[in-house]
């Protein structure tokens, strides 16, 4: 069983950055792809960013330029750098890590961005 445990969430002014990260337990970190998910209230879950096993990276179009996926295998974990923060980033923030068709996710983590 793979256990997810996301951290760094918090409340930042717009325009500031936070860094989330997720550990994974287990040995399978290192061959799966890592995703970040994030939901608002009333809203569905989205994906944020991807990074395969082999470290390429895909992002929503609402956050390229903006937030970096990367993940350290030696950890077992996968971080998302979150710069220029907008209001409408705030969402629960989850991290999937996905191998094959079995997929886990984490608690989630709150960010919350000021105006």
Sequence with gaps: ??????????????????????AASGSIFSISAMGW???????????????????????????KGRFTIS???????????MNSLKPEDTAVYYCRLELGTYYYWGQGTQVTVSS
Aim: net charge positive; charged share 15%; hydrophobic share 35%.
């Design 37 to 63: 998910f994030r939901q608002a209230t009333g809203k569905q879950r989205e994906m944020v960013a991807h990074i395969t096993a082999g470290g390429i990276k895909n992002y929503a179009h609402s956050v």
């Design 1 to 22: 069983q793979v256990q997810l445990v996301e951290s760094g969430g918090g409340l930042v002014q717009a325009g500031g950055s936070l860094r989330l990260s997720c």
């Design 71 to 81: 993940r350290d295998n030696a950890k077992n974990t996968v971080y998302l750098q």
